[in-house]
């Protein structure tokens, strides 16, 4: 059986133990709150690239589609239409510009090149592609 404990010892033993008992500081808390708010910012900054991205590349098909669509009249177009066509054609087609223009070609047994531009705007930002076809008379 333990002798008897001194009165003084239990209390300075039951302090050191409470100092390694594994809480955390103010700092230490502070710190890993600041470590977990740029993670979190640097995700919304992620998503709101990754928005914007996906926004772009749904344009680009929609323009695509209608480059594709002009083109496909224009070949379909007699080729005789097509050497006599001198100016360009202008569609606006759900917020998209499509300008069509055909370019005899030199000699004119070269063919006829078909050009399609498809513009459109993106928040403050102008975007465009173009599609281009050799037609050769038949």
């Known amino acids: 059986m333990p002798g008897p404990r001194h009165p003084m010892v ?10 390694g008992s594994g809480g955390m500081t103010l700092i230490e808390v502070l710190s890993a ?19 914007r991205a996906n926004a ?3 344009d680009l098909s929609q323009a695509t589609a209608i480059a594709k669509t002009c083109m496909e009249e224009l070949l379909a177009a007699p080729y005789s239409s097509l050497q006599k066509m001198t100016e360009s054609r202008n569609a606006n087609i759900r917020g998209f510009s499509a300008r069509t223009a055909a370019e005899p070609l030199v ?14 705007r993106q928040g403050k930002r102008t975007h465009s592609m173009k599609l281009q076809s050799l037609r050769k008379p038949s």
């Open 107 to 120: 000699p004119q047994t070269a063919g006829v090149l078909l050009t399609v531009n498809v513009t459109w």
């Open 56 to 58: 772009y590349a749904r």
């Open 33 to 51: 709150t600041l470590v977990l708010s740029l993670g979190l910012l640097a995700l919304a900054s992620l998503q709101i690239t990754a928005m």
């Open 10 to 19: 239990a209390p300075a033993l039951t302090l050191s133990r409470m100092r």
